[in-house]
């Protein structure tokens, strides 16, 4: 059941709770992607989001909390993590910190790990995490390897009746999943999101190691395949054959010659791009053809995300 926010958002934020606090697993919005969420807590509730995605255990969970003082209870944050929590929280990044000792959180959660990744969501899911008091764990809301979720519907898509409730909140903001920093001995970039690594870099004041901006070409066997559609996908394609979908971005000529072609952003924007990325992806796809050619993207802001999503898309199937 699809349930609208806009029409009554206290109403199903109030219902979002009781829900999670019943054990249930719901759909909910987030200004990245839709998360597949359960009190982070509830030890069998969280089963049933592996269980329910197909997720390997070894893989946790984000924890996503309220506030500050929510997430001292559950991690412990250095004055580096804190600066970063003030600078950008409510927002699209996490942060892998320390467990707290006195962290309820079952290993389910976790994987079994000392660390916990943390993020502060902004809007309905924040409310909804600060009506329930506690943490909500959310991977995005698609099976495990497939193109997730930015609307509702995308949810009822992958899942069916088997989430009894989807909260549609609209087509997500920033349309790509957060940025992660692995806070622990040092600042490392684990996944490049929605918060750009210049905007973390110029508040550290030094250079973040990990993925860089060159980074582009990595050994294909060394990429897992992940947000990948049922279609092949060929990357930086400057034209398309006649069975192939095409994802532009900028001008093309091509634009209005078939409905086989999809443009992330007529005018370059990347932030209007990444939030195109994963629903053009699935339209491409619903298209039936055998290989959707992605034009090339700069690796610039958002850029570095939805360059390393698409890699992932494009990598060899497992
Ligand atoms: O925007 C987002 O981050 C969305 C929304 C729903 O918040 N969530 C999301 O979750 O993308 P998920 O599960 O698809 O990706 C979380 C990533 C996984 O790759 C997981 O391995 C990593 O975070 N992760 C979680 N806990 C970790 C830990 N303690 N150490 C290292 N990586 C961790
Ligand atoms: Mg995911």
């Not at 003030?86 to 892998?96: I, K, Q």
């Not at 370059?268 to 959707?292: C, H, Q, V």
Request: charged share 20%; glycine share 8%.
């Amino acid at each position: 059941m699809i349930i609208d926010v806009k029409t009554d958002p206290d109403h199903a934020a109030s219902l979002a709770r009781q829900s999670l606090d019943c054990g249930e697993v719901i759909g909910i919005p987030t200004e990245t992607v839709y998360g597949l969420a359960a009190d982070a807590t509830n030890e069998a509730a969280v089963r049933r989001i592996f269980e329910l995605k197909g997720r390997p255990a070894h893989n946790p969970l984000i924890c996503h909390c309220a506030d500050l003082e929510m997430v001292r209870s559950y991690a412990f944050l250095d004055p580096q993590s804190e600066r970063l929590a003030r600078a950008f929280w409510p927002g699209p990044l996490t942060m892998v910190l320390r467990k707290a000792s006195q962290s309820r959180l079952p290993d389910v959660t976790t994987a079994g790990l000392g660390t916990v990744a943390i993020r502060v969501p902004e809007g309905f899911s924040r409310d909804v995490i600060a009506a329930l008091g506690r943490p909500v764990a959310a991977p995005s809301a698609n099976i495990s390897g497939k193109v997730s979720a930015t609307q509702a519907r995308h949810v009822e898509d992958d899942f069916g009746t088997a989430v009894e409730k989807v909260f549609d909140g609209g087509k997500t903001a920033i349309g790509i999943e957060s940025t992660i920093l692995m806070m622990v001995d040092g600042v490392k970039l684990l996944r490049p999101g929605g918060l750009s690594l210049d905007a973390i870099e110029s508040l550290l004041g030094f250079e973040v190691e990990g993925i860089g901006h060159q980074e582009a070409i990595v050994a294909p066997g060394m990429l897992s395949s992940h947000y990948a559609p049922r279609a092949a996908v060929r990357l930086n394609a400057s034209s398309f054959a006649d069975d192939e979908a095409f994802i532009a971005f900028g001008s093309h000529s091509a634009e209005c010659k078939t409905d086989r072609v999809f443009n992330l952003s007529p005018s370059a924007d990347l932030n209007e791009a990444a939030s195109n990325l994963y629903s053009m992806l699935k339209l491409a796809d619903a298209t039936g053809t055998a290989a959707i050619a992605i034009a090339p993207i700069p690796f610039l802001g958002l850029g570095v995300a939805i360059n390393d999503r698409l890699r992932r898309a494009a990598a060899p199937r497992n």
